[in-house]
């Protein structure tokens, strides 16, 4: 195996031993272990690790090194998944009409703050084309028959397939997907909104907010699933606010939020920091790669 940085994302029942006799297959492999995050979910009784590895020096091929950690994953009932650190992971954008999640994710990418290759920005309608035309991220206009929903939705898939995308971003998408679409795609989804839900449910959110007078306005990223808004929570942040704000000044605040939960949330699944656990996302914190 080349030199490169390997992460392996682990659950499994919590059990005596498991710390040691996890390191000590990576030690006798030959790797050198860079970080280990471990995780005990008491109430359950749920082990969780990610452990990022140096593979210099290693004679293993991919394919030896996931057969013989298969040889110590089953027989403790572990759930795992194994990320090199060589492959970039191919990101579509889906948008509507808003832009400033769009425009934050594209200057973090050009500026190499994102790991990660933005292949496509998809869009049901083309106010945004300029944006991508800016960054010269390749647009593709898929509009929506609203007698006809589905149509669409086939041609997204042919072509977030047809391109290999690894990961989907909802950054302001304004169709609701449907649970098929969703299913293909599971923990490769990541959605944002402001945090009222469910209370201020539809349009105009900040106006409503303004009218009851709130006094902490928020945005969550989570994995999109079946049911809307619900999947696991990746990142969230709050802010307070005063009696003074408008709802225009609210809106503002909010999209700033939403702008950098998005990035946080985005960030933390590229860098193979999550672990979904049910409805729950584990998500370890960043150790300075």
């Not at 929903?149 to 042919?158: P, R, Y």
């Not at 391109?163 to 969703?182: E, G, K, N, T, V």
């Amino acid at each position: 195996m080349k030199s490169q940085i390997v992460t392996f994302l682990i659950q499994c029942p919590d059990q005596k031993g498991l710390v040691a006799k996890i390191t000590s297959f990576f030690f006798e492999k030959g790797f050198n272990i860079l970080s280990c995050q471990q995780y005990v979910n008491s109430i359950e009784n749920t082990y969780f690790m990610r452990i990022r590895l140096n593979a210099e020096g290693t004679i293993l091929s991919k394919k030896e090194l996931e057969t013989n950690f298969l040889e110590l994953a089953t027989p403790l009932k572990f759930k795992w998944s194994v990320h090199y650190g060589d492959k970039k992971q191919q990101v579509a954008i889906l948008v509507s009409h808003t832009s400033h999640n769009l425009y934050d994710l594209l200057e973090r990418y050009k500026e190499g703050n994102l790991n990660c290759t933005v292949k496509m920005i998809i869009s049901n309608h083309e106010k945004l084309r300029p944006v991508a035309e800016m960054f010269q991220v390749p647009f593709y206009y898929l509009p929506v028959d609203k007698n006809d929903k589905l149509l669409q939705e086939t041609q997204l898939i042919q072509l977030l397939n047809k391109h290999q995308i690894d990961l989907i971003i909802l950054a302001r998408y304004m169709q609701i997907l449907s649970a098929d679409f969703i299913n293909t795609y599971p923990e490769k989804i990541i959605n944002i909104h402001h945090s009222f839900l469910p209370a201020f449910q539809g349009a105009n959110p900040y106006l409503r907010a303004y009218e009851r007078g709130v006094k902490l306005i928020g945005a969550t990223a989570h994995y999109a699933t079946e049911d809307l808004d619900e999947g696991p929570i990746i990142e969230q942040d709050v802010k307070p606010v005063t009696h003074e704000s408008t709802p225009t000044t609210l809106k503002k605040i909010g999209a700033d939020i939403e702008k950098l939960v998005l990035a946080r949330a985005v960030n933390n699944h590229l860098n193979h920091q999550i672990i979904v656990s049910g409805n729950r996302a584990i998500v370890f914190p960043e150790t300075g790669e």
